[in-house]
C-alpha cells in the first residue's frame, strides 16, 4: 500500500520561495520516479516536475522552467518541489505522484495515474 504525504503549501506572495515535501511510504521508494502535478480550479492537472527513479533525469513545465527544482532523498523516502520567483499563476493544489511501475520508462507523463497524494495548496498574491 502507497501513501504519499505532502506539506509545505501555504500563502505566498509573488516573487517568493516555497519548497513542497511529498513524504512516501509502503512502496520501495528508490525504485519510482515521482512527479508534481498541480491543478488549478476549473482545469485539468498540469505534470508541473519529474524526476527519474535513477535521480538524474528531471522534466519541467515551460511555465515552471527556471523557476523550480525537483530533487529526491531516497534515503528519507521524500520528494521535494523548490519553487521560487512564484507568480499568481502558481495558484493551486499540488499533488505529489509516484509511478505505477519500478524503473518505468514512460516520460515525461507516466503511463498510468499511479499514486497520489491529497494534495497541498500553494496561494500566491499579486
Known amino acids: 500500500q502507497v501513501q504519499l504525504t505532502e506539506s509545505g503549501g501555504r500563502l505566498v506572495q509573488a516573487g517568493g520561495s516555497l519548497r513542497l515535501s511529498c513524504a512516501a511510504s509502503?512502496?520501495?521508494?528508490?525504485?519510482?520516479?515521482m512527479g508534481w502535478f498541480r491543478q488549478a480550479p476549473g482545469k485539468e492537472p498540469e505534470l508541473v516536475a519529474r524526476i527519474g527513479w535513477g535521480g538524474g533525469r528531471a522534466y519541467y513545465a515551460d511555465s515552471v522552467k527556471g523557476r523550480f527544482t525537483i530533487s529526491r532523498d531516497n534515503t528519507n523516502n521524500t520528494v521535494y518541489l523548490q519553487m521560487s520567483s512564484l507568480k499568481p499563476e502558481d495558484t493551486a493544489v499540488y499533488h505529489c505522484?509516484?509511478?505505477?511501475?519500478?524503473?518505468?520508462?514512460?516520460?515525461?507523463?507516466?503511463?498510468?495515474?499511479?499514486?497520489w497524494g491529497q494534495g497541498t495548496q500553494v496561494t500566491v498574491s499579486s
Open positions: 509502503g512502496r520501495t521508494f528508490s525504485r519510482f520516479a
Open positions: 505522484n509516484m509511478d505505477s511501475q519500478p524503473y518505468g520508462t514512460a516520460w515525461p507523463l507516466p503511463r498510468t495515474r499511479g499514486y
